[in-house]
């Protein structure tokens, strides 16, 4: 599996000499793209470093990369050097100059080759008479330890290879994209590839939606992303058969799973289409399913296979009535799913956990490469995500994980035009006869050919806009209107049937490209179109900002990439990843693929499976003027600390002025925070090194040098330094060693102290002291201790207690064991408390609490690891 390859290549130099420049570094004259927008590139007097990318997502150890940047001259020709320089968390590693000339627009290539070393990112900055951009690099022979998932979700018929390619090509270069789910590519759940008698494959075939997909369009979408070191992931259902699975499948009943009240457990998606839910842990359901698995691997060349569940529908049962645990029934398959791959080209295994539903049961099957989970209402808060992701991490043993989060998902978020306020045509009206309608009314009875209402619309920037109709529908049959833009029909909408008039609702939105400025937007019932609406208004559907920078900044700080981007330069806002209802504004799109950059070159802090979380109350990390959690509670900058093999890593996310939860649209531009007074404790043991700031919204996240001063306060050993400016996202990663007290012994008068006092008014301790005075709700002791092999580790406390006391021990944030500290009988009789729990080699957080229902004081001596 992936981290056991990432982990024999830890040890490994990462030579930071010059790199083998290995293809003449060359200036060539192309098309150049458009400058992005956002903080990728910042132009100068007379040339402007439009994009930069590199030619893969992914690299193998030895294998050269070429770094291509555009560059476009105001008015005239600009002829310079082009200077191309690469680091890794911040060391140089390469940098060469290129003269280029651009007449007006030209790209500038270099090839080099990164260091030998295995799973490593590179951060390339190009500059160019002042104006600079940058770029990332991923050094890494398995693509599941730094997985990048974007997504396809049409197959028309008759795209060509070299369409293929090119849209492959966008996707990787502008987000590094190392892997691509193919999204509902099948043409059913219990039998994705559908064949002629003959055995030959379909031309074509009709999906549940009524979508027409082209088996050879797939193909040649995998053959476009195998080019590119792009992994190909087929979509496929655990456990769900379409209408007439009998006869199709010769599937059985008897496999079928049923609620625990004896129904059947089976739901229409749309009318015609009902899916029949199977149990995973049925033998029969089993050999049926993974040998369609295994297909998909032969026929398309598939990578392996991406298992689709549904979540948590409560208690079940099999046909028979027989309690079904399924999670466990999960685990059974996917160990079922990796058997049958075995021997095929793809043998890649993923599950999607959703909601966290079955989430212990997947990451413990031993036979996943990643670890993947759709969010829904039970991790809506930015904490709820980070906990289901570190318990993620400790039961898979360092697993890459992945966050499938739909941004402003329940929000119709956009500039909105109500329909009772556009030009209608003479027979159409407008009503307020039904609740729920946004404005001062709505379109009633709109259903006669000929009617038709017009939008007109001013479009703030030059780009794609989707078109959200919000619409009623209680005659029970589908409805459907032509959409035209500035009288040229750009597609045609489904409305789909609600129970009552009252119930509004949106179809699957339209897309088109607008220029800046006014156009009208009509929607109109045509000869070919049917059925009657009552429609209340179009919303130009878009992502806010805000929330979508401080989710990312969030799914990657706590050890997760997301699938967002896809076809097209789409991102995800559905779960039915075709519905594209909302757009990100330029400046926006600027800014996800500087995220992509940032967090590829910084994919070993992010990432890692050496990376953990430790403490991150507020006992860790302290800003003068400034609210802080470690909880990621509203109004207050989020400090969320981790470390790795050799790196401590502070995670600044700035939720200043807005709530805890990750999903909404409409929250507030944070307000920028600079020069942030931050004191980072860090004990008796730590040695620090280099101490550096980065971030993906400035400087295309290069990082810079922070000076500290190391000091001593009432709470204990810290670092003292200045953070320039926090905007959304600041990491900061300190370079240390550890020197671990001699004999194990960690004195609790130098630990980390909150709350607390160091006493000597009682004979027998050890050291210059004890920690006095721990007593109150929310004191501590915070503690980093060194465990010398993996196993079960021997915490031993000395203490001093006149009655029996109770505390929480804390392991890394996460850990958490009531203790019961039994009375000595006197503050002068020191007595010692054991405790045993798992523990991995390497540093670890260790705190004793005084929690909300722990009681008594007590006095701690000393601590030893053993």
Same mark, same amino acid.
């Given at each position: ?60 150890? $030895?294998? /050269? @990369? ?7 001259? *105001?008015?005239? +020709?600009? #002829?310079?050097?082009? &200077? !191309? %320089?690469?680091?890794?968390? $911040?060391? /140089? @590693? ?7 000339? *651009?007449?007006? +627009?030209? #790209?500038?290539?270099? &090839? !080099? %080759? ?753």
């Amino acid at each position: 599996m992936g981290r056991l390859r990432y982990r024999r290549h830890l040890n490994l130099a990462l030579a930071v000499a010059t790199a083998a420049i290995v293809a003449p570094a060359v200036a060539s004259a192309a098309g150049a793209a458009p400058p992005t927008t956002g903080d990728r590139s910042v132009a100068a007097a007379t040339v402007t470093v439009g994009d930069a990318y590199v030619d893969l997502p992914r690299y193998a150890p $030895g294998q /050269p @990369v070429t770094v291509s940047a555009d560059l476009s001259a *105001a008015g005239g +020709t600009w #002829t310079g050097p082009v &200077t !191309f %320089t690469v680091t890794h968390l $911040g060391e /140089p @590693v390469a940098t060469a100059t290129v003269t280029a000339t *651009a007449a007006p +627009t030209t #790209t500038a290539n270099w &090839t !080099f %080759t990164p260091p030998a070393a295995d799973y490593q990112g590179y951060l390339v900055q190009i500059t160019a008479g002042g104006a600079t951009a940058s770029a990332a690099v991923d050094v890494s022979s398995d693509w599941t330890v730094f997985p990048r998932i974007g997504f396809l979700s049409a197959y028309p018929a008759g795209l060509t290879q070299a369409q293929a390619d090119a849209q492959i090509r966008l996707l990787q270069r502008k987000y590094h994209l190392n892997a691509l789910q193919f999204y509902d590519w099948m043409w059913r759940h219990d039998k994705p590839i559908q064949r002629d008698a003959a055995g030959s494959l379909a031309t074509t075939w009709t999906a549940w939606n009524g979508d027409v997909i082209a088996p050879q369009t797939v193909s040649r979408y995998i053959t476009a992303a195998h080019q590119q070191n792009v992994a190909a992931l087929p979509y496929s259902m655990s456990y769900a058969a379409l209408n007439n699975y009998q006869q199709v499948s010769g599937l059985s009943d008897d496999w079928r799973l049923k609620y625990a009240d004896g129904t059947p457990w089976d739901f229409e998606m749309i009318p015609g289409a009902n899916l029949y839910m199977f149990d995973p842990a049925n033998p029969s359901w089993q050999r049926h399913i993974t040998a369609q698995y295994r297909d998909q691997v032969d026929t398309m060349g598939f990578d392996g296979v991406h298992v689709d569940q549904l979540g948590d529908w409560g208690a079940m049962t099999d046909w028979a009535g027989k309690p079904v645990d399924l999670p466990a029934g999960f685990r059974s398959l996917l160990q079922a799913s990796d058997r049958a791959l075995a021997g095929s080209a793809g043998t890649v295994v993923g599950m999607n956990a959703v909601d966290g539903f079955g989430s212990d049961a997947i990451a413990t099957s031993g036979v996943v490469d990643y670890l993947y989970t759709e969010l829904w209402d039970r991790h809506e808060k930015y904490l709820d995500v980070k906990a289901l992701l570190d318990r993620q991490q400790r039961l898979s043993g360092g697993e890459s994980r992945v966050i499938a989060g739909y941004l402003n998902n329940h929000d119709n978020s956009g500039p909105r035009y109500e329909a009772e306020q556009a030009v209608l045509s003479e027979t159409l009206g407008t009503n307020t006869n039904h609740s729920g309608y946004t404005g001062p009314g709505f379109v009633d009875k709109f259903g006669t050919v000929g009617q038709r209402v017009e939008f007109t619309v001013t479009a703030p920037e030059t780009r794609r806009y989707s078109l959200n109709f919000r619409y009623g529908n209680a005659t029970g049959a589908v409805a459907s209107r032509t959409v035209k833009v500035d009288g040229t029909p750009v597609g045609t909408v489904k409305f789909q049937p609600a129970g009552s008039w009252d119930t509004w609702k949106l179809p699957q939105s339209i897309t088109t490209r607008l220029t800046a400025g006014q156009h009208t937007i009509t929607l109109e019932l045509t000869a070919t179109d049917t059925g009657f609406i009552n429609l209340d208004s179009l919303v130009l559907g878009e992502f806010d900002p805000t929330s979508v920078k401080l989710a990312n900044a969030a799914f990657a700080a706590s050890g997760a990439s997301a699938i967002a981007m896809g076809q097209d330069a789409n991102m995800l806002s559905n779960p039915y990843f075709p519905d594209f209802s909302k757009q990100l504004s330029n400046d926006l799109a600027g800014w996800m693929e500087g995220f992509y950059d940032f967090t590829t070159a910084y994919e070993n802090l992010l990432y890692g499976p050496d990376v953990y979380s430790i403490d991150s109350g507020r006992q860790v990390v302290t800003v003068d003027g400034i609210a802080t959690s470690g909880a990621a509670e509203p109004n207050t900058v989020w400090v969320n600390a981790k470390r790795s093999a050799d790196h401590d890593v502070i995670q600044l996310i700035n939720l200043l002025g807005n709530d805890d939860r990750w999903r909404p649209s409409g929250k507030t531009t944070p307000p920028v925070q600079r020069d942030l007074k931050v004191r980072y404790y860090i004990g008796p043991d730590l040695q620090p090194g280099d101490l550096r700031v980065a971030s993906p919204d400035r400087d295309g996240g290069r990082s810079t040098n922070l000076p500290y001063a190391v000091g001593t306060d009432s709470a204990g050993r810290y670092l003292s330094f200045t953070v320039p400016e926090l905007r959304t996202w600041d990491m900061l990663y300190l370079e240390r060693e550890f020197a671990t007290p001699a004999g194990g012994r960690y004195e609790a008068e130098t630990a980390v102290r909150t709350g607390v006092t160091v006493g000597t008014d009682h004979p027998g301790y050890t050291g210059s002291g004890f920690v006095d005075n721990f007593a109150a709700p929310n004191t501590g002791v915070t503690t980093t201790m060194r465990a010398a092999a993996t196993g079960e580790a021997t915490l031993r406390i000395r203490y001093a207690a006149p009655t029996t006391t109770t505390r929480t021990l804390a392991v890394d944030g996460a850990t958490s064991i009531p203790l019961t500290l039994p009375a000595t009988g006197s503050w002068d009789t020191w007595a010692t408390a054991t405790v045993r729990f798992p523990l991995k080699a390497g540093l670890h957080s260790v705190v004793l609490w005084h929690g909300g229902t722990d009681s008594g004081a007590v006095n701690i001596d000393h601590l030893e690891l053993a």
